[in-house]
């Protein structure tokens, strides 16, 4: 019988009995999974939310992925658009046995329709959302042209490290800047998907930089995210008005940034997926 979740997290000392019951009655009125709400608190890191999950279910965990390109053979046995939407990536075939990373060990249905479509039996390995759905771009849509997600953070360096290191395990390519005019630059060279930027950064301030971004017609549709001591609701206000994608209010949870990276490129993506595929010539 699988120990709840909650008890885990308690029995093991990484939460506290009032934590679980405060992450429980915020579960009963979002309807949010357990794991998630915890993270969202900020009491669990998400290598501690693997580590209780591979304990509940009795799987083995992958905590990182590697980046080299699986051969095509191997990525065939699951189909692009299922390893896609789960997401779910295959890393070996040993013994006709298929071991796929997967992040929710709860989609039995998935596992079925893979074991259907291969033929063979699949052994689930746990791995961490964002680094599995990064990964899986990474080897599905390389040869799409679609290589990875680049993120440009316009601010203080040391200050940002923890945030920079995160973004790349997730498997972002993360550029930096120490001021807005180092950030214009490499947001002209590089092409951003995305630019994260302080609203005070010295020689060029985050709005300054935005405007510039938005006036040059190849850059015009990146999307920004405004980092800011000043978190009011006015301040808010003025940065979507302004033409900011996000806001995010120092000081600043890593977890939290890369949650709204995540929710912007699920923007970014969808998007991507709406513009019509070029006439053939």
């Known amino acids: 019988m699988k120990i709840p979740l909650g008890q885990l997290l308690v029995r093991s000392g990484i939460i506290t009995v009032k934590t679980l019951e405060r992450a429980l009655a915020r579960q009963a009125t ?35 992925l590697f980046t080299r390109q699986l051969p095509a053979e191997l990525l065939a046995l699951v189909p692009a658009d299922l390893a896609i939407t789960r997401p779910l990536l295959p890393l070996r075939l040993e013994n006709g046995a298929l071991f ?15 074991e259907r479509h291969g033929s063979v039996r699949v052994t689930q390995l746990l791995c961490r959302p964002g680094e599995l759905a990064a990964a899986v771009k990474r080897q599905y849509h390389r040869d799409q042209g679609g290589g990875d997600m680049k993120i440009l953070v316009v601010d203080d360096p040391a200050a940002m490290s923890d945030v920079e290191g995160a973004l790349r395990r997730e498997g972002y390519q993360v550029f ?47 999307l920004m995210i405004l980092l800011t001591s000043k978190a009011s609701p006015e301040e808010e206000h003025r940065a979507l008005k302004a033409g900011f994608h996000d806001f995010i209010g120092k000081p600043m949870m890593t977890i939290r940034v890369v949650s709204r990276v995540r929710r912007a490129f699920e923007i970014i993506d969808k998007a991507r997926e709406q513009q019509p595929s070029p006439s053939p010539a």
């Open 176 to 222: 930096t800047a120490r001021d807005g005019v180092e950030g214009l630059r490499i947001a002209f060279s590089q092409k951003p998907d995305l630019i994260l930027c302080d609203a005070a950064t010295p020689r060029m301030d985050g709005y300054a930089l935005m405007r510039a971004v938005k006036a040059n017609p190849s850059s015009a549709g990146t």
């Open 100 to 114: 796929v990373a997967v992040s929710d060990p709860l989609d039995g249905e998935t596992v079925a329709r893979l």
């Open 30 to 64: 979002c309807g949010k999974r357990l794991g998630g709400g915890l993270l969202e608190m900020g009491v669990l890191t998400e290598d501690e939310l693997l580590d209780a999950l591979g304990q509940q279910y009795g799987l083995e965990t992958v905590p990182r």
